[in-house]
């Protein structure tokens, strides 16, 4: 099995629930280019005057726009003007490139069938959906959670919830899979079991640190994860 194994029971899993961005889509490196050249302008305000820094940990907050769009100054540690930045930054979120993770295309023909799948995304709706309908992977999902499904997105359990009721499992016997601490403790605030892939922006100590049971390189992986 690859990977750092914490708990990780595969036996007790019958549902697989996925984020999005950085899990199943790869925007990551071309969504943080982006917007640590909208941050030049602001490069000798923030912290260690890194943008590329600053522009991955607004990414992290990406996985929810209303933190986002709330947080964003606290993050940088610099003026209410970048507020206008982010908001464009949130539009642009939406154009960015619409690539699936290598390899997950291929992993999730291995698991349909044996396992039921869902997502469970703090995006928007229609963004999720065009995105799952353009990589031609939406028939693999049986249920499919965004930003406007629950009243409260990731890190409530709520998504996690709705999700497993769509699919008729249990969320004990479901494990969310994401790139982010925010996948992680929404999938255990919903008592479901947790991986944390590397292919995206979450780094593997917080990962860990957030009580992911499973740490693995990349989504593709699942598929053998589950095979052990």
Request: net charge positive; glycine share 10%.
């Given at each position: 099995m690859e990977g750092t194994v914490?708990?990780?029971d595969p036996s007790s899993v019958q549902g697989v629930l996925?984020?999005?961005?950085?899990?199943?889509r790869d925007t990551d490196d071309d969504?943080?280019?982006?917007?640590a050249r909208r941050l030049g302008p602001f490069s000798k305000l923030l912290p260690g005057r890194d943008a590329a820094r600053a522009a991955r940990r607004i990414v992290m907050r990406l996985e929810s726009p209303a933190n986002l769009l709330l947080g964003v100054p606290n993050?940088?540690?610099?003026?209410?003007?970048?507020?206008?930045?982010?908001e464009r930054l949130v539009r642009a979120r939406a154009d960015a490139r619409h690539v699936v993770v290598p390899g997950v295309a291929a992993m999730l023909q291995t698991l349909r069938g044996r396992y039921a799948l869902g997502v469970v995304s703090a995006g928007l709706d229609r963004d999720t959906r065009q995105f799952l309908t353009g990589a031609g992977i939406a028939a693999d999902?049986?249920?499919v959670a965004?930003?406007?499904?629950?009243?409260?997105?990731k890190p409530r359990a709520d998504p996690v919830l709705w999700a497993a009721r769509e699919l008729g499992i249990p969320?004990?016997?479901c494990v969310m899979v994401g790139d982010t601490t925010v996948d992680i403790r929404a999938g255990r605030a919903a008592g479901a079991q947790t991986i944390g892939v590397l292919c995206g922006f979450g780094e593997e100590a917080e990962l860990?640190?957030?009580?992911?049971?499973?740490?693995?390189t990349s989504t593709a992986a699942l598929g053998d994860v589950l095979s052990c």
């Open positions: 914490s708990a990780f996925f984020d999005v961005d950085g899990t199943l969504l943080v280019a982006r917007i993050v940088l540690g610099i003026a209410r003007g970048v507020n206008a930045t982010a999902f049986g249920a965004t930003l406007s499904t629950c009243a409260r997105t969320s004990e016997r860990r640190a957030a009580g992911a049971d499973l740490i693995i």
